[in-house]
């Protein structure tokens, strides 16, 4: 059995995109778990994982592909939640899609997609930027 998690902020074209990333690998649908983890910040308004829009898409185009898909959600530090959440769950992909910031951006605000690259020693599939 192999186990992705596959995290998701409230972006629902990146969520797609990492969807379909995941439906356009050749991988046995039949052995495969995908865990959708959408971690609660400020800016999300605590929304539980089952109301988050991009969830839903995501959760959507993989069970319409006949992938197994798992909900789950956290809070606090996004990167530190997602490395630990992939270590808890024994993850053997890391499905992430990074987001167009500038290199100001980057250093004032961090990149998610950076911190969680840098922590993990687990393979990452990084999907291209939509917006």
């Not at 539980?48 to 789950?72: C, K, M, P, T, Y």
């Not at 899609?97 to 980057?106: E, F």
Request: hydrophobic share 45%; with cysteine; proline share 2%.
């Amino acid at each position: 059995m192999s186990e992705i998690l596959l995290a998701v902020d409230g972006d629902e074209e990146r969520a797609e995109a990492q969807a379909n990333a995941l439906v356009d690998l050749d991988l046995d649908r039949e052995a495969v778990t995908v865990t959708i983890l959408h971690v609660a910040t400020k800016e999300s308004g605590g929304a539980s994982v089952h109301q988050i829009g991009a969830v839903r898409d995501a959760r959507d185009i993989l069970e319409d592909h006949g992938f197994e898909v798992v909900l789950n959600e956290g809070s606090g530090d996004v990167a530190e939640r997602i490395v630990r959440f992939a270590d808890d769950m024994d993850a053997d992909l890391v499905c992430l899609a990074g987001r167009k910031r500038s290199p100001a951006g980057k250093t004032l605000f961090g990149s998610v997609t950076q911190d969680v690259f840098l922590e993990t020693d687990r393979p990452i599939l990084l999907c291209g930027t939509v917006n």
